[in-house]
């Protein structure tokens, strides 16, 4: 059984860091695209960025320059390094596969982001 747990968020103030990590098992990632998303109330779960299998990177405009994705394939898990953190980066934060999100979502962790 897959299982995806994200672990790191916490309450910050803006212009702060947090280290979010994505831990699997079930699975092994390495040959995986994955991915961080993200969802506020109300709103539709949004791609924040990708990784290959080969650690190429891709992100999303709004945190471009800010946020860094990253992966140990052994310890088969994905990180999320945030920095320069905005009250608009509120939300939770779930990881799962890049392109098509295949995977069951885990609970996600909470990032609130003060003024």
């Known amino acids: 059984q897959v299982q995806l747990v994200e672990s790191g968020g916490g309450l910050v103030q803006a212009g702060g860091s947090l280290r979010l990590s994505c831990a699997a098992s079930?699975?092994?990632?390495?040959?995986?695209?994955m991915a961080w998303y993200r969802q506020t109330p109300g709103k539709q779960r949004e791609l924040v960025a990708i990784?290959?299998?080969?650690?190429?990177?891709h992100y999303e405009d709004f945190v471009k320059g800010r946020f860094t994705i990253s992966r140990d394939n052994a310890r088969n898990t994905v990180y999320l390094q945030m920095t320069r953190l905005k009250s608009d980066d509120t939300a939770v934060y779930y990881c799962?596969?890049?392109?098509?999100?295949?995977?069951?979502w885990g609970q996600g962790t909470q990032v609130t982001v003060s003024a």
């Open positions: 079930g699975i092994i990632l390495g040959s995986d695209v």
């Open positions: 799962n596969k890049g392109l098509v999100p295949s995977y069951q």
């Open positions: 990784i290959t299998s080969g650690g190429t990177t």
